[in-house]
């Protein structure tokens, strides 16, 4: 079974900056045969993609919201991908949930969230004004 694992949401002021973290884990499961995503869900909204890196070749993807804001990165030796986020604003303000999915990397498809296998339990990243 694959887990994965976020941490580091918190409480930011709008202009600040947080880094979350994605641990990934499991029986037989070989991270770089997947890709990694980042989404997030705000209340009475529906769940959507951030940004995603794919794990064998480093190549990555933004949504538009968040390009030129938000960096995602991967430590492979730790099956770990960050995403730094840079200059938050309050309509950031979400629970952010990592996800894993298999297969072919191209474009944008591991910004839906139908695209992927496995998720996390999410954490909470709360932007004041």
């Known amino acids: 079974e694959v887990q994965l694992v976020e941490s580091g949401g918190g409480l930011v002021q709008a202009g600040g900056s947080l880094r979350l973290s994605c641990a990934a884990s499991?029986?037989?499961?070989?991270?770089?045969?997947?890709?990694i995503g980042w989404f997030r869900q705000a209340p009475g909204k529906e769940r959507e993609g951030v940004s995603s890196i794919s794990s064998s070749d480093g190549r990555t993807f933004y949504s538009d919201s968040v390009t030129g804001r938000f960096t995602i990165s991967s430590d492979n030796a730790k099956n770990t991908v960050y995403l730094q986020m840079n200059s938050l604003k309050p309509e950031d303000t979400a629970v952010y949930y990592c996800a894993a999915g298999f297969g072919p990397y191209y474009s944008g498809r591991f910004l839906w969230p139908a695209a992927m296998d496995h998720w996390g339990k999410g954490t909470l990243v709360t932007v004041s004004s």
């Open positions: 499991g029986s037989g499961f070989s991270f770089d045969d997947y890709a």
